[in-house]
Nanobody
């Protein structure tokens, strides 16, 4: 049974930082491509950052280098370090994973079959 559990969300002032963690149960992140998405109220879910099994990554252009995605294969988790947070970053953030073509990255929702329940990030 595959399960993704996010944590680390919270409330922070603009300019602050948060680190989100996605704990992975049921498989090894090393064999999957993974990603973080977010969905602001009234908006479509959008890809924030993606990571392939070989370590290559992609980021949303709007982030301007403020976020960093990484994974720890020994601990079976995926992280998202978020710095210089802005009010527009407010949203629930979701972890996603997929075992198809793990050597590739993608920001498309349809490219991921497994999803977590989300963790809320609020920037004021």
């Amino acid at each position: 049974h595959v399960q993704l559990v996010e944590s680390g969300g919270g409330s922070v002032q603009a300019g602050g930082s948060l680190r989100l963690t996605c704990a992975v149960y049921g498989y090894t992140p090393a064999n999957f491509r993974m990603a973080w998405f977010r969905q602001a109220p009234g908006e479509e879910r959008e890809g924030v950052a993606g990571l392939a099994s070989d370590g290559s990554s992609i980021y949303a252009n709007s982030l301007k280098g403020r976020f960093t995605i990484s994974k720890d294969n020994d601990r079976n988790w995926l992280d998202l370090q978020m710095d210089s947070l802005e009010p527009d970053d407010t949203a629930p953030y979701y972890c996603a994973a997929d075992g198809r073509a793990p050597e590739t990255t993608s920001s498309r929702i349809g490219a991921y079959s497994d999803w977590g329940q989300g963790t809320q990030v609020t920037v004021s």
